[in-house]
């Protein structure tokens, strides 16, 4: 399911497509973009949906505080002002991650989350270090909550939450970086995401920005170089790719040899919440201005990227 509608006279075009199961009518994203586009850069947004189906919740143990520690708590606003300010295309999950979280493999199931009968024949293998840790593709248990539901699931509800949400999303954000790169010759995807505060150096406060790139393998380095440079001027102190390197978004969808550069953007959510981390804060403003200067920076190095390979011919896909 994809709907597209034009939004006035301008070039700004909103895409809602997926569907999330148990919600009938609601979109499982929704892709804001111009054409043709105003800079080089897709932010995009896979753990800020807030559309908790009834049978959802229902099925969560502790839901409330489950929901809190699941989500990157109003990032999507964040992502809103930035793009809003920047003209950047953003892709924004609706879908929450208690759902389905969708910066994991479709195939990082932990298995014995399922009903005996439902789990498939034969030698599953070795489940992965994000399957182990609780957070697979469906998430299953937290640090100080323990379980987080109430019953075992059937194949179907995988199915659903892979057809209705994964993958359509992982579907519209490859698309989205594709048309970017035919415009620019590069694009970059900016995945952002919120943490909660981390502990810094004795006497000393932790960072309040994480770049991930994998260990320079989606990124050109020239571009984490002027994040790093922007956020000290802004006197924003920043951490490289610890505690956080990126996962499977930037993993699927980076290609900086073809001109798709990504960076995962962790931000400390207590700089722009309130002081229980549940509502926006005072900080919200200043955190998009900042973000949003650092948009418009890093939008020019790739632009630039993009014309030094101008004149190279692009390598086919991979199948």
């Known amino acids: 399911m994809t709907m597209v509608e034009t939004r006035g006279e301008s070039d700004s075009q909103t895409e809602r ?5 148990g919600a009938p009518g609601l979109p499982a994203f929704t892709l804001q973009a111009t054409e043709p586009s105003a800079v080089p850069v897709l932010i995009a947004v896979p753990h800020g949906g807030r559309a908790y189906p009834r049978a959802l919740l229902d099925d969560m143990r502790h839901s409330e505080s489950v929901a809190l520690r699941l989500e990157d708590r109003y990032v999507d606003h964040l992502a809103h002002g930035i793009a809003r300010e920047t003209g950047a295309n953003l892709l924004v999950a609706n879908a929450p991650r208690a759902m389905v979280d969708l910066n994991r493999a479709p195939d990082d199931v932990d298995w ?3 009903l005996r009968s439902e789990r498939p024949s034969g030698p599953l293998g070795l489940p ?9 593709v469906i998430p ?11 019953r075992r699931f059937r194949q179907e509800d995988l199915k659903g ?4 949400v994964h993958r359509p999303y992982h579907a519209a954000l490859a698309d989205a970086l594709v048309a970017l790169r035919e415009r620019w010759g590069a694009a970059l995807l900016i995945d952002l995401h919120s943490m909660p505060p981390l502990q810094g150096r004795i ?22 170089a002027t994040a790093f440079a922007q956020l000290a001027a802004f006197r924003r102190e920043a951490a490289h790719n610890r505690p956080y390197a990126g996962g499977y978004v930037l993993e ?3 290609d900086p040899q073809a001109g798709v550069h990504a960076l995962q953007v962790e931000i400390d959510r207590s700089r722009y919440l309130d002081a229980d981390m549940v509502e926006p804060g005072a900080g919200m403003a200043a955190m998009i201005q900042d973000l949003s200067v650092l948009v418009r920076q890093l939008a020019a190095v790739v632009s630039d990227l993009g014309q030094d390979s ?5 390598p086919l896909a991979a199948e």
């Open 17 to 21: 497509g997926g569907w999330i199961p």
């Open 112 to 114: 014995d989350m399922f």
């Open 128 to 136: 992965s270090r994000r399957v182990r840790s609780g957070l697979g």
């Open 140 to 150: 299953r248990r937290l640090p100080g909550i323990g379980e987080l539901w109430r």
């Open 161 to 164: 939450r892979i057809d209705g």
């Open 203 to 224: 006497g000393a406060a932790g960072p309040q920005v994480v770049i991930g790139d994998r260990f320079g393998a989606t990124c050109h380095g020239s571009v984490v």
């Open 252 to 254: 699927r969808h980076a």
């Open 310 to 314: 101008s004149d190279r011919e692009w």
